[in-house]
């Protein structure tokens, strides 16, 4: 095999004809993962192939244009080495522009979880999780997923600056998917190591307006008004809130 392998080096640089170039390099791919046991030359035999496609082109029913078969073949064979732990990394990056430009989001939201659950830097998983959000929301209309992917980007940011740009999303997602428990607990968990004053404030008020208003609980609305108030003791709505909320518990005011 090492023999056909070398022959097919060999040879490669006479393959004028597009389709017959690809496919003497996806058979040396083959021969690379299979019979010779090297899955990572495999790996960018079939990314040389990948390279350059763009958008996947329709199936050929007929197999005659060999170009588009074995493009197609490629595209297969890498998407198989994401089931290996050494290499789905480099796979995700080799398939991700071609799902992208095919419109396969889907499977975009499937690299996206193999990298997330690879990937040990915070700040790379932030990045992942919320491209995965934005894909569920503006590509397959799944405001619920859409939220669950953007509130685990939360939660690998903390309190850190990125949260403050992920908010806004958060919040609108809850709301269309009927995720406003989630969004409560969320903010109730992450408020507390928010540094951002103005952050903060707004995550009490939220977490303060939907216990009182959807999720019919008194006593964490109170909670949270009176945590608004701490920070910023003349805030009117805060104040007016507080003792409707106050009146509705017949309970003193503290």
Known sequence: FADLFDNNERILPLCTDLGERAALIFETGLLLRDELHREDEA??????????????????PSGK????????????AAEEMLDNDALKLVAAEILRPIYRSSGMYDRMVKLSEIEVASLDDP?????????LA??????????????DALARA????????????????????????????????????LAPDVFDVDLQRRMHLVVADLASSVLDDIEVAIDYYRRVLDSTPDDARSL???????????RPQD
Not at 44 to 60: S, T
Not at 164 to 185: K, N
Request: glycine letters at 8%.
């Open 134 to 147: 934005t894909v569920k929301a503006e590509r397959l209309r799944d405001p619920s997923g859409a939220f």
């Open 123 to 131: 700040r790379e998983r932030v990045a992942r999780l919320r491209e």
């Open 65 to 76: 244009d060999l170009r588009v078969t074995t493009i197609r073949h490629a595209l297969a």
């Open 154 to 189: 939360c939660r690998d940011a903390g309190g850190g600056p990125e949260l403050a740009s992920m908010v806004e999303d958060a919040e609108r997602w809850a709301q269309a998917s009927g995720g406003v428990p989630g969004l409560v607990t969320l903010y109730r968990e």
């Open 240 to 250: 007016a809130q507080l003792e409707r909320l106050y009146r509705e518990a017949q």
């Open 43 to 60: 790996l960018e035999k079939f990314r040389e192939i990948l390279a350059h496609v763009g958008a996947l082109p329709a199936a050929d």
